[in-house]
Nanobody, 132 residues
Framework: QVQLVESGGGLVQAGGSLRLSCAAS????????VGWFRQAPGKEREGVACFSSSDGSTYHKDSVEGRFTISRDNDKNTMYLQMNSLKPEDTGVYYC?????????????????????????WGQGTAVTVSS
């Protein structure tokens, strides 16, 4: 059974850093498209960063490019999101997601936006609050 468990969220001041972790079980994380999403209060869930299943390349949302970095440790079957220079607008619940059936991580992908709910597997989320 596929399971994703996030950790690492918390309260941080603007300009600070956090590292989120997503531990996967029941599938091999390195072989599939996986990524991070966030949902701010009152807003839709959006894709933040992901790994492509086709070539392992990464995508980062424009607003986090240069501040956030997605990575993974295949030996630990764990994915990470290093978040630096955090801003209050980064506040939200962060989720990791995976879908082994198709390639969904690419620039302009609808699954990074309104169609996110089509992805099969989600973690329970970890809350990030950035104070100004």
């Amino acid at each position: 059974q596929v399971q994703l468990v996030e950790s690492g969220g918390g309260l941080v001041q603007a300009g600070g850093s956090l590292r989120l972790s997503c531990a996967a079980s029941g599938f091999t994380l390195g072989r599939h498209a996986v990524g991070w999403f966030r949902q701010a209060p009152g807003k839709e869930r959006e894709g933040v960063a992901c790994f492509s299943s086709s070539d392992g390349s990464t995508y980062h949302k424009d607003s986090v490019e240069g501040r956030f970095t997605i990575s993974r440790d295949n030996d630990k079957n764990t994915m990470y999101l290093q978040m630096n220079s955090l801003k209050p607008e980064d506040t939200g619940v962060y989720y990791c997601a995976a879908d082994a059936h198709f390639s969904w991580c690419y620039v302009g992908s609808p699954y990074l936006g309104a169609s996110y709910s089509y992805l099969d597997h989600w973690g329970q989320g970890t809350a990030v609050t950035v104070s100004s």
